[in-house]
C-alpha cells in the first residue's frame, strides 16, 4: 500500500513538472523583429518617480549597414502601442510603405494608476477639473534630457527625423510639445487627442520657435462624443487664426477613439515622410481623402 501510494506521489509530479509553462519564446514571434529593454528614469519627477520601461525594435537592416543612421518614432503609452505597431511594421515594410525605422515604446508596465501607469498627469498641462494633470512639461524635459540623448548614444539615429505618436491624452501631449513645446521632433502624430478638460489651454498663441515638427492630427469618425466635440472645437477655432505651422487634419473612417491607432500611425508615416508634403510657407492641410498608398522612395529604404 505504501509503496503504491509513492508511485502515486511520483507519476503526480511528474505530470506537474511536465504541465509547468515553459518560458515565452520570444524570438518565435519573428514579427516582432529585434527588440532590446532597458529601465529609465526621469530625475525631474518629484512624485510617482518610477522608472518608465523602454523597449526599442531595431530594423533588419539595422546590421547590414554599420553606417546607416535611422528616423525613430518614440510611442507613448509604449505597453500596448509598441507590441501593437511592433508587429505592423513588419507588414508596412514589406510594402514599403515606410522607411526603416527605430521604433521606441515608452512603457510604465500597468495599466493601474495605483501601481504607477501616470499617464494622466505626464501626458497633460493643467486642468482645473483635475489636480494631478500638468505633468506635459516635465514629461517633455524627460525627452530633453534623458530619452532622446540615451536612445541617441545607443543607437544609430537620424537625428532631424525623430517623431512622436500619441493617442487620446497621449495625443494631448504631442500637440503641447508641437504648440508650447521645445523637443526637437520632426514630426507628431496625434491620434484622437482628448482636450476635454482643458481645451482653452490650447488656444492660446502658439509659442515661438525656429523648428516646429510638421503636425499630422488624425481624427476617427466614431470617436466618443466627449473626445470628439472638444477636437473639432479645438480644429474649428485654429481654422479661423492665421495658419502658423504646418499641418494636416485626417479623417479616419469607421474606426473610434482606440481602433484608430494602426491606421493613424501608418497615415501620419507615410504623410511625414512624403516629400510631396513638405511645405515652404505656413499652409494648414484640412483632407478628407484617403492617405495615398505610394511606396516610400529615400536613401534609407530598401
Known amino acids: 500500500m505504501i ?5 502515486y506521489w511520483f507519476v503526480a509530479l511528474l ?41 526599442v525594435r531595431l530594423p533588419e537592416e539595422y546590421h547590414q549597414d554599420k553606417q546607416q543612421q535611422f528616423p525613430v518614432l518614440y510611442l507613448t503609452d509604449g505597453g500596448t502601442n509598441f507590441p501593437l505597431f511592433a508587429a505592423n511594421y513588419t507588414h508596412l515594410r514589406w ?11 515608452i512603457s510604465y508596465g500597468t495599466h493601474d494608476w495605483k501601481k504607477g501607469n ?13 489636480d494631478h494633470w500638468g505633468g506635459a512639461q516635465v514629461f517633455e524635459q524627460f525627452f530633453i534630457d534623458y530619452l532622446m540623448p540615451t536612445i541617441n548614444n545607443k543607437y544609430r539615429v537620424q537625428t532631424d527625423k525623430q517623431i512622436l505618436y500619441g493617442q487620446s491624452l497621449g495625443g494631448q501631449f504631442g500637440l503641447y510639445s508641437s504648440m508650447y513645446g521645445k523637443v526637437p521632433f520632426y514630426g507628431v502624430i496625434a491620434s484622437n487627442p482628448a482636450l476635454h478638460r482643458n481645451l482653452q489651454y490650447f488656444k492660446q498663441p502658439l509659442r515661438a520657435r525656429k523648428n516646429r515638427p510638421k503636425v499630422f492630427v488624425s481624427l476617427a469618425e466614431f470617436d466618443a462624443k466627449q473626445y470628439k466635440e472638444p477636437a473639432e472645437n479645438w480644429l474649428d477655432f485654429w481654422q479661423k487664426q492665421p495658419q502658423v505651422w504646418p499641418d494636416k487634419i485626417s479623417r479616419l473612417a469607421a474606426h473610434n477613439h482606440l481602433s484608430a491607432t494602426p491606421d493613424a500611425i501608418r497615415n501620419g508615416l507615410v504623410w511625414l515622410f512624403d516629400e510631396s508634403s513638405s511645405t515652404s510657407g505656413n ?14 522612395n529615400n536613401s534609407t529604404g530598401k
Open 118 to 130: 501616470d499617464r494622466s498627469h505626464d501626458f497633460t498641462v493643467p486642468s482645473k477639473e483635475r
Open 283 to 296: 499652409v494648414t492641410h484640412i483632407d478628407n481623402t484617403p492617405i495615398k498608398n505610394t511606396p516610400i
Open 3 to 7: 509503496n503504491r501510494i509513492k508511485l
Open 15 to 55: 505530470i506537474s513538472i511536465q504541465l509547468q509553462a515553459k518560458p515565452v519564446a520570444w524570438e518565435k514571434l519573428q514579427g516582432l523583429g529585434q527588440v532590446e529593454y532597458f529601465e529609465l528614469k526621469n530625475a525631474h519627477k518629484t512624485k510617482n518617480n518610477l522608472p518608465y520601461h523602454i523597449f
Open 95 to 105: 510594402m514599403d510603405d515606410i522607411p526603416p525605422m527605430i521604433v521606441v515604446g
